[in-house]
């Protein structure tokens, strides 16, 4: 059984960081690409980044790039997401998402469907 685990959330000042870690479970960590998404209140889930299955390209959103870094362990089945310079733009339910195979195909969000119940980040003053 697939498992996503996303902790690391919280309530952050802007241009604060944070750093969100995601323990996954139940299938070959290191053959599939990782993804995080998030959603804001009252909206729709949307892309934010994601790695390759070996960690060597990354992917990012225009709206988090070069504030956002994301990273993967594979020894320990843990995919990462620092965020620096926070806005309160970023509040939202960030989640981990299992990627479709070893490379980032797409994203479109919809096209994933295994995802863990998410990590709250807060970004107010």
């Known amino acids: 059984q697939v498992q996503l685990v996303e902790s690391g959330g919280g309530l952050a000042q802007p241009g604060g960081s944070l750093r969100l870690v995601c323990a996954a479970s139940g299938f070959t960590f290191s053959d599939y690409a990782m993804i995080w998404a998030r959603q804001a209140p009252g909206k729709g889930l949307k892309w934010v980044s994601g790695?390759?299955?070996?960690?060597?390209?990354?992917f990012y959103a225009d709206s988090v790039k070069g504030r956002f870094t994301i990273s993967r362990d594979n020894a320990k089945n843990t995919v990462y997401l620092q965020m620096d310079s926070l806005k309160p733009e970023d509040t939202a339910l960030y989640h981990c998402?299992?990627?479709?195979?070893?490379?980032?195909?797409?994203?479109?969000?919809?096209?994933?469907?295994?995802w863990g119940q998410g990590t709250q980040v807060t970004v107010s003053s």
């Open positions: 790695i390759t299955s070996d960690g060597s390209e990354t």
């Open positions: 998402v299992k990627g479709l195979g070893r490379w980032v195909v797409t994203t479109k969000i919809d096209e994933y469907d295994t």
